[in-house]
């Protein structure tokens, strides 16, 4: 049987070595070389216009709000709408701005509820942030229209979304101004740790490359293939972060996303099997995937009224499921929102995410499938 996780990562070992044997042999391992090359790989793929490969999805996030926040000379009165069904890093990201948040609700893919938000608009709302949790599109496309109803900027957390598509397109292609994605140790396309930053606009990329280099004009890569006495001089035009990827994690990332579809594939492969074996178990719901979404299938959650309890006696069974997410309100920091949402509390007290791996079996899903009806109340 195979381990029984929530999430084990599944690596092709040789061809990883591979690629990060190319950087140790040339003696590149940092900024450009294949960070360059998984960023044309990822625009390949997914067929936006732009992708710039970072640290990590959170710093990506950041700098989506800080570029936004300078561009069109947001305050610290304008608002962002945001999910509270979600982890830490899409509500912390928009506070490193000192922007501030309001929440609204989730409907029954928990993703971000149109209705709530049109409700939760008001003079100093300047953007809403999509979470695709789970891989799952929600009501994107409604959102999305009423962003543009409002002129509001719309920003895709899509840290469970790589791969997921939306009437055949990438969700969110045409629809959002930036589209924040995570290649992080457990996702669908895993790493180390890192992501990808993807603006609609070019211009924004641009000062995204410089952000993410300590604000320096020039980075390292560029300035090496450069001839010249004056190929180490730069300018320091502003404030940045060391936010940058690198060329190891990036040649982890360009093999495991030679297999993504088919590693997709698999996922929703297991999804399906859990679906069929609860599907009159009028105790287990299920999450539902809307028409036109060919989720990622990042996470495989249910909904039961004992959940606590639950998780524990799967732990006896050597399962190990997991919670995503807990209510960001009932964090102190965001605890001024508290009972403003009120689907989105309810659900984060009776949603466990099941196993959900490449490693996984049918066997596997069976056994763990018995044991959750067993338990579940």
Not at 132 to 157: Q, Y
Not at 224 to 250: M, P, T
Not at 333 to 353: D, H, I, R, V
């Amino acid at each position: 049987m195979a381990k029984l996780q929530l999430f084990s990562p599944k690596f092709r070992v040789d061809e990883c070595l591979e690629e990060i044997r190319e950087c140790l042999e040339k003696g590149w391992t940092g900024i450009g070389f294949k960070t360059v090359e998984i960023e044309e790989a990822w625009k390949k793929y997914t067929g936006l216009n732009n992708a710039h490969f970072v640290n990590s999805a959170t710093s990506g996030l950041h700098l989506a709000f800080k570029i936004l926040k300078d561009e069109f000379k947001w305050t610290d009165k304008s608002e962002i709408i945001s999910t509270p069904l979600t982890f830490i890093s899409t509500n912390h990201a928009i506070k490193y701005e000192n922007l501030h948040i309001t929440f609204a609700d989730v409907d029954k893919y928990l993703c971000i509820d149109p209705v709530d938000i049109e409700k939760k608009i008001n003079k100093n709302t300047k953007a809403v942030v999509f979470v695709g949790i789970g891989g799952n599109t929600g009501k994107l496309e409604k959102v999305a229209k009423l962003c543009k109803k409002h002129k509001l900027k719309l920003i895709i957390d899509a840290a469970h979304m790589a791969g997921t598509r939306l009437n055949g397109e990438i969700a969110g292609k045409d629809l959002a101004d930036v589209i924040v994605y995570s290649f992080q140790a457990v996702k669908n396309l895993p790493t180390a740790d890192s992501g990808m930053i993807c603006f609609k606009d070019e211009k924004f990329d641009k000062k995204a490359r410089k952000l993410t280099w300590l604000g320096i004009n020039k980075d390292t890569f560029s300035r090496s293939s450069s001839k010249g006495a004056y190929k180490w001089k730069y300018d320091v035009e502003e404030l940045g972060f060391k936010y940058h990827g690198n060329s190891v994690i990036a040649a982890l990332g360009l093999v495991q996303l030679k297999y993504l579809d088919v590693d997709n594939a698999y996922r929703r492969q297991i999804a399906t099997w859990y679906d069929e074996l609860f599907a009159d178990v009028r105790k287990i719901k299920t999450i539902q995937i809307p028409d036109g979404c060919e989720s990622s299938r990042h996470a495989f959650m249910i909904r039961v009224n004992n959940r606590d309890e639950l998780l524990l006696a799967l732990n006896e069974c050597e399962i190990y499921p997991g919670v995503h997410y807990r209510d960001n309100t009932e964090y102190d920091m965001y605890s001024y929102a508290q009972g403003t949402c009120p689907k989105a509390n309810e659900a984060s007290n009776q949603l466990l995410s099941l196993p959900l791996h490449l490693r996984l079996t049918r066997q596997d899903i069976e056994y763990i499938a018995q044991q959750v009806i067993a338990y579940a109340k």
